[in-house]
C-alpha cells in the first residue's frame, strides 16, 4: 500500500519554473514507479512524466520533454517534478501515481493516486 500526497502547485506566469513534490508512505517505495499526470479542465488525463523504480529511466510526454525533469529520492520516499519554461497549455491539475514494476503511460494502470496540485500558468 503506497500513500501519495502532491504539493508545489501554485500561480505562475510563462517562462517561470516550478517545482512539484509527491511524498509517498511505504517502507518499499523503490519498488514503485512513479508517474505524473495532469488534467486540464473538460480535458483527458494525460501522461506527463514517469520513473522507474531505482530512478534509473525516466520517461516524458512529448509536449514537455526538454522543459521538464522527473527525479526520485528514495531515501526520502520524494519523487520531484521540475517545471521550467512554463506556459499557458501547462494549466492543468497535476498528480502522481505509483504503480508496481514499469511506468505506463496509461493513467488506469496505477494503483494508488495523489490527490492532485493546481498548476496555473498566466500569459
Known amino acids: 500500500q503506497v500513500q501519495l500526497v502532491e504539493s508545489g502547485g501554485g500561480l505562475k506566469q510563462a517562462g517561470d519554473s516550478l517545482r512539484l513534490s509527491c511524498a509517498a508512505s511505504?517502507?518499499?517505495?523503490?519498488?514503485?514507479?512513479v508517474g505524473w499526470f495532469r488534467q486540464a479542465p473538460g480535458k483527458e488525463r494525460e501522461f506527463v512524466a514517469g520513473i522507474s523504480g531505482n530512478g534509473g529511466h525516466t520517461y516524458y510526454a512529448d509536449s514537455v520533454k526538454g522543459r521538464f525533469a522527473i527525479s526520485r529520492d528514495n531515501a526520502k520516499n520524494t519523487v520531484t517534478l521540475q517545471m521550467n519554461s512554463l506556459i499557458p497549455e501547462d494549466t492543468a491539475v497535476y498528480y502522481c501515481?505509483?504503480?508496481?514494476?514499469?511506468?505506463?503511460?496509461?493513467?488506469?494502470?496505477?494503483?494508488?493516486w495523489g490527490q492532485g496540485t493546481q498548476v496555473t500558468v498566466s500569459s
Open positions: 511505504g517502507r518499499t517505495f523503490s519498488m514503485y514507479a
Open positions: 501515481a505509483a504503480r508496481s514494476l514499469v511506468v505506463i503511460t496509461t493513467s488506469s494502470g496505477y494503483n494508488y
